[in-house]
Antibody, heavy 124, light 110 residues
Framework: EVQLVESGGGLVKPGGSLRLSCAAS????????MNWVRQAPGKGLEWVSV????????YYADSVRGRFIISRDNAKNSLYLQMNSLRAEDTAVYYC?????????????????WGQGTLVTVSS | QSVLTQPPSASGTPGQRVTISCSGS????????VYWYQQLPGTAPKLLIY???QRPSGVPDRFSGSKSGTSTSLAISGLRSEDEADYYC???????????FGGGTKLTVL
């Protein structure tokens, strides 16, 4: 069974840092592009970042570029999101999401499956 | 405001056919595949339609997607109470070099 499990969320003060992790199982992790997508409380979905299977290609949303860093460890079947200089507007549930297909390009909006999400709250 | 535009709400009665629209531009819907997601209350989103009109295995054929130019739509036929959820469209945007989502449409089954 394909499974994605996020961890690392919590309460952090503005300006602080947090590192999210996503543990993958049930598929060949290195073959798939991986994404982070977030959802603020009561709001819609916002894409955050994408990283190709070999870590050769990565993109960020304008709202997080320069503050967040996406990375992966294929040996550990894990995806990470290092979040620095956090702001109140970064408060959201952060989802890890796999590319729908191992042949789809990095530049695509197809995510399947999604993890259950981890809540990040930025507040003083 | 979202790059892709969806109506904030839609509704229908059981058995009815409902359509949810999503409009964009030449840099996103006009030049890339569109994907649709269903998010049931309190759960993670689920892929409903990929590559404009393809259904993943397990998704009922009551759900269908179509695309024309810079607009796309999701149709749900034979509406059921369990279809009550939020629906989102998404596509890659070549100008922004990012994935863009619609603002979401809350579907109510009356």
């Amino acid at each position: 069974e394909v499974q994605l499990v996020e961890s690392g969320g919590g309460l952090v003060k503005p300006g602080g840092s947090l590192r999210l992790s996503c543990a993958a199982s049930g598929f060949t992790f290195s073959a798939y592009t991986m994404n982070w997508v977030r959802q603020a409380p009561g709001k819609g979905l916002e894409w955050v970042s994408v990283l190709s299977g070999s870590s050769s290609y990565m993109y960020y949303a304008d709202s997080v570029r320069g503050r967040f860093i996406i990375s992966r460890d294929n040996a550990k079947n894990s995806l990470y999101l290092q979040m620095n200089s956090l702001r109140a507007e970064d408060t959201a549930v952060y989802y890890c999401a796999r590319a729908h297909s191992d042949t789809q390009p990095v530049q695509t909006g197809g995510f399947d499956p999604w993890g259950q999400g981890t809540l990040v709250t930025v507040s003083s | 405001q979202s790059v892709l535009t969806q109506p904030p709400s839609a509704s229908g009665t059981p058995g009815q056919r409902v359509t949810i629209s999503c409009s964009g531009s030449s840099s996103n819907i006009g030049s890339n595949y569109v994907y649709w997601y269903q998010q049931l209350p309190g759960t993670a989103p689920k892929l409903l339609i990929y590559k404009n009109n393809q259904r993943p295995s397990g998704v009922p054929d009551r759900f269908s997607g179509s695309k024309s130019g810079t607009s796309t739509s999701l149709a749900i036929s034979g509406l059921r109470s369990e279809d009550e959820a939020d629906y989102y469209c998404a596509a890659w945007d070549d100008s922004l070099s990012s994935v863009v989502f619609g603002g979401g449409t809350k579907l109510t089954v009356l």
